[in-house]
């Protein structure tokens, strides 16, 4: 970063200092990953200067003989990769891409069915809060608050039913962000045709397990969906809208020219990179270890007597209810944060206690897996997770400081991905 450390110093000291910060934590937050070099080296290019408004063969502006082949590439990997007819690599990112999703089927005040952003929805799923759920009617399912190991936490595809036949809704998502078991997309197509309702299956968590085979896939049971595609699918900061034939017309003028300008053409030649690599054999293997240590990390955690939402994870992500451990969920994270591990609160089901102060943590293995780090460890990552979360119950930064270290040392034999080699 020659010319950007003599042009803004400034700027260039805080990408080296996240540059040490990402490579020394463990970072456990769900949604989030390390990309390759090559990834990188695509979004930091000249790309970026270009308009290109309209789609391949169909621009408002000219000058796109490498623009449309660059995008034409991302379609035709995201397409084959997911099984689905039709691709649109062009939504900003996930909130702008369920926006459109809205756009294509909706008419504001119409109805909209989702998983509660307090139960592991998104606020894009018709939440109160968000435009989705301000314009368009939001109704919410969400888990079972009692029952034994198998169905406690989980979602109850009666109460979905029960719920789409009173409420009529127009579209219907399946998906979330805190959501730690598979997600039963044929189930939910089952009552979208009882209800004559579009599905759409927001797979932004789960997109790189989905790729790599660690998760069955929504295509062929939905009609449109969304995906993110920065975390599990480790590619850059955007997001892509797959559907079926019927539905292609109506997702591309949602996006453009429904709700969007220019497309960010870095972004989408860094998609096309990042799909290319998860078509490959290596990220079968790291999709399948992403899920086998996520399962390792909660059966420690869970034998130290923390409380995982549902049990357990059949995917990347535990959710853990610190109510057990006496401890708030935000104490919680900065706690760990100060031990180098980097995690976020979170609410859980049924969570007596604020969105912003709850009871919760939200941890998973995607980064940690494209270290190289191996089911081993989870043993150890638990143990420090327990010391931290103890210490900060009795204030004992001391402890916390020396988990520090110990991560530091673990994180320092497993380089990240990406990063420069210092
Ligand atoms: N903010 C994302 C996540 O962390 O899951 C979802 O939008």
Redesign the pocket.
């Known amino acids: 970063m020659s010319y950007l450390a003599q042009q803004d110093p400034e700027i260039a000291a805080l990408i080296v200092a996240e540059e040490q910060l990402q490579a020394d934590t463990l970072r456990l937050?769900?949604?989030?990953n390390y990309v390759s070099h090559a990834v990188l080296e695509a979004t930091g290019t000249v790309l970026t200067n270009k308009y290109s408004e309209g789609y391949p063969g169909k621009r408002y502006y000219e000058g796109q003989q490498n623009i449309d082949l660059v995008e034409s590439l991302a379609i035709e990997r995201a397409t084959s990769l997911f099984g689905m007819d039709h691709a649109n690599v062009q939504p900003y990112?996930?909130?702008p891409a369920n926006l459109a999703v809205y756009l294509a089927f909706l008419k504001p005040g119409d109805t909209v069915m989702g998983m509660a952003l307090p139960m592991g929805g998104?606020?894009?799923h018709g939440w109160g809060v968000s435009a989705t759920g301000t314009w368009f009617r939001g109704v919410q399912y969400g888990v079972r608050r009692t029952g034994n190991s198998e169905t406690r936490g989980r979602v109850d595809l009666d109460e979905v039913r029960a719920l789409a036949l009173a409420e009529r809704p127009k579209l219907i998502f399946c998906g979330g962000?805190?959501v730690p078991r598979t997600i039963d997309f044929a189930g939910f197509a089952e009552i979208a045709r009882e209800v004559g309702a579009v599905l759409v299956a927001d797979i932004?968590?789960i997109a790189g397990l989905i790729a790599g085979g660690a998760h069955p896939s929504p295509a062929g049971h939905v009609d449109v969906v969304s995906t993110?595609t920065h975390?599990t699918l480790r590619g850059p900061r955007g997001a892509i809208l797959l559907s079926t034939e019927e539905h292609a017309k109506a997702i591309d003028r949602a996006v453009f020219p429904g709700l969007q300008g220019g497309p960010h053409n870095h972004t989408t030649a860094a998609i096309a990179v990042a799909l290319k690599e998860a078509g490959g054999e290596d990220f079968r293997a790291y999709a399948r270890q992403v899920v086998t240590n996520a399962q390792a990390l909660g059966e420690h955690l869970a034998a130290r007597g923390f409380d995982l939402v549902s049990g357990g994870t059949d995917n990347h992500l535990l959710l853990i209810d610190l109510t057990g451990k006496d401890v708030p969920g935000k104490v919680a994270a900065k706690a760990l944060d100060r031990a180098g591990i980097v995690v976020?609160y979170n609410t859980v089901p049924y969570d007596t206690r604020k969105p912003f102060d709850p009871s919760g943590i939200?941890i998973g293995t995607p980064a940690l897996t494209s270290r190289g780090i191996p089911a081993s460890e989870m043993a150890v990552v638990a143990e420090w997770m327990d010391r931290v979360v103890v210490a900060a119950r009795s204030g004992d930064e001391e402890t916390i400081g020396k988990v520090r270290a110990e991560v530091k040392a673990l994180m320092d034999a497993y380089p990240a991905p990406g990063l420069p080699v210092r």
Do not use: F, Y
């Not at 937050?29 to 989030?32: N, Q």
């Open positions: 937050i769900p949604s989030e990112s996930g909130s998104h606020l894009t962000t805190a932004a968590h993110t975390k976020n939200r």
